[in-house]
């Protein structure tokens, strides 16, 4: 895991000088080019040579630092098991059947009631007479 990790801050690295590189150049906006005298190695055409050749260069290692990361998270990781210690012992009796009926209907299979916005009649008492239900029929 530590080659991982080197090969990680080297790419994070070469991505801060990719950038620096690009800002570093001059743009036909202007950019943030670098100024120099018109003679030497640093003249304006060898300042834009010499950034252009680092630009492909640190692209080149950028994408290729990528592609040696992906191979090596694919190689680390494919040897893995499925944790199964937290596994649940159930048998057939435990679990229950799956019903097809109506998700609402009353537990235990008893038929629902008459009217299941009503409230229940208590012992002894009428249930409120509810003035929107439709007529009972008898």
Known sequence: ????????VVQSLVAAALVGVILMQRSEGG?????????GL???RGAANFLTRATAFLAIAFVSLSIILAALAVS???GRKIDTSLKRNTTAADVAPSQAADPLAAPG?????A????????AGKAAPVDPLAPPAKK
Request: net charge neutral.
């Open 1 to 8: 895991m530590s080659l991982f990790l080197f090969l990680t």
């Open 31 to 39: 950019g943030l080019g670098v100024g120099g005298s018109p003679a």
């Open 42 to 44: 640093m003249s304006a």
């Open 76 to 78: 680390t990781t494919s």
């Open 109 to 113: 299979g008893a038929a629902p009631a």
């Open 115 to 122: 009217n299941p916005g009503a409230a229940p009649a208590a």
